[in-house]
């Protein structure tokens, strides 16, 4: 783990190094900002899969609602139906989670690395780094002791917190309108019976983007410019990428 842990940041400060003139001092905040670009991009072609996936099984909405009447006091029979549904049509009701998952490695080795004070028994060089004086293996909490909430290093923070606000809001504006547009998500089963959380899912639905800002005030800077880079990565990926979708469909989509 070490050796890997000792490439991982050879590569950052590789890419610092290559970033640094013209970034200066900023140049491993870069450096982060290049990698996370660079997992996205590696990701984007499951992304775009997963983008297809979910057309698809939009389109399908109305084969799984007549199953649902036929099957729905049968949950064995309505599973396997749904599967050999899905089989026929060569979609994978699991397509849309794999860009998620594959870029959790990243974000984990990217905050082990800015967490550890040492790596392969040497200091860890990269903890000194900084972006406009806030040190990019510190958190928030760190930046409020050296200064409070409006000095040098705090205000860094909340000009990330400024970005994922404002992603937030669109993704926000974007799914209320998408929600809006769509049929009423149904609440009940075939059967009469409530569904378990879908109201509270629908209802909640808006506000998850929000939730990223509780992320970036814990996290080590560096894993929090991750966290920031990746966000706003995945607003515009998703509008393009899903923008001629029905509402309901998207809807679903920026909530995966």
């Given at each position: 783990?070490?050796?890997?842990?000792?490439?991982f940041?050879?590569?950052?400060?590789?890419?610092?190094?290559?970033?640094?003139p013209?970034?200066?001092?900023?140049?491993?905040?870069?450096?982060?900002?290049?990698f996370?670009?660079?997992?996205?991009l590696a990701?984007?072609?499951?992304?775009?899969?997963?983008?297809?996936?979910?057309?698809?099984?939009?389109?399908?909405?109305?084969?799984i609602?007549?199953?649902?009447?036929?099957?729905?006091?049968?949950?064995?029979?309505?599973?396997?139906?749904?599967?050999?549904?899905?089989?026929?049509e060569?979609?994978?009701?699991?397509?849309?989670?794999?860009?998620?998952?594959?870029?959790?490695p990243?974000?984990?080795?990217?905050?082990?690395?800015?967490?550890?004070?040492?790596?392969?028994?040497?200091?860890?060089a990269?903890?000194?780094?900084?972006?406009?004086?806030?040190?990019?293996?510190?958190?928030?909490?760190?930046?409020?002791?050296?200064?409070?909430?409006?000095?040098?290093?705090?205000?860094v923070?909340?000009?990330?917190?400024?970005?994922?606000a404002?992603?937030?809001?669109?993704?926000?504006?974007?799914?209320?309108?998408?929600?809006?547009?769509?049929?009423?998500?149904?609440?009940?089963?075939?059967?009469?019976?409530?569904?378990?959380?879908?109201?509270?899912?629908t209802?909640?639905?808006?506000?998850?983007?929000?939730?990223?800002?509780?992320?970036?005030?814990?996290?080590?800077?560096?894993?929090?410019?991750?966290?920031?880079?990746?966000?706003?990565?995945?607003?515009?990926?998703?509008?393009?990428?899903?923008?001629?979708?029905?509402?309901?469909?998207?809807?679903?989509?920026?909530?995966?």
């Amino acid at each position: 783990m070490s050796v890997f842990m000792s490439a991982f940041a050879g590569l950052v400060g590789s890419f610092a190094d290559l970033l640094q003139p013209l970034f200066q001092g900023a140049a491993t905040a870069a450096a982060i900002v290049l990698f996370t670009a660079l997992v996205r991009l590696a990701v984007h072609p499951l992304s775009r899969a997963a983008a297809r996936g979910q057309k698809a099984r939009t389109k399908l909405q109305p084969q799984i609602a007549e199953l649902r009447k036929k099957h729905g006091k049968n949950p064995e029979r309505m599973q396997k139906a749904l599967m050999e549904l899905h089989k026929e049509e060569k979609v994978s009701p699991l397509s849309g989670c794999l860009p998620s998952l594959l870029q959790m490695p990243a974000f984990f080795l990217l905050y082990h690395l800015f967490s550890s004070q040492k790596i392969g028994g040497d200091p860890n060089a990269l903890l000194g780094h900084e972006l406009f004086g806030a040190p990019l293996g510190e958190r928030w909490h760190d930046a409020l002791a050296h200064g409070g909430l409006l000095g040098a290093q705090s205000v860094v923070y909340l000009g990330l917190f400024a970005i994922v606000a404002t992603v937030a809001t669109f993704n926000y504006r974007r799914t209320k309108r998408q929600l809006a547009a769509a049929p009423a998500t149904p609440t009940t089963g075939p059967d009469g019976q409530p569904m378990p959380g879908m109201g509270a899912m629908t209802k909640l639905m808006p506000l998850m983007s929000f939730f990223t800002l509780v992320s970036v005030a814990y996290v080590p800077l560096a894993a929090a410019l991750y966290i920031v880079t990746s966000t706003t990565w995945t607003a515009v990926e998703r509008t393009v990428l899903y923008r001629d979708m029905p509402a309901a469909g998207a809807a679903m989509a920026t909530a995966a």
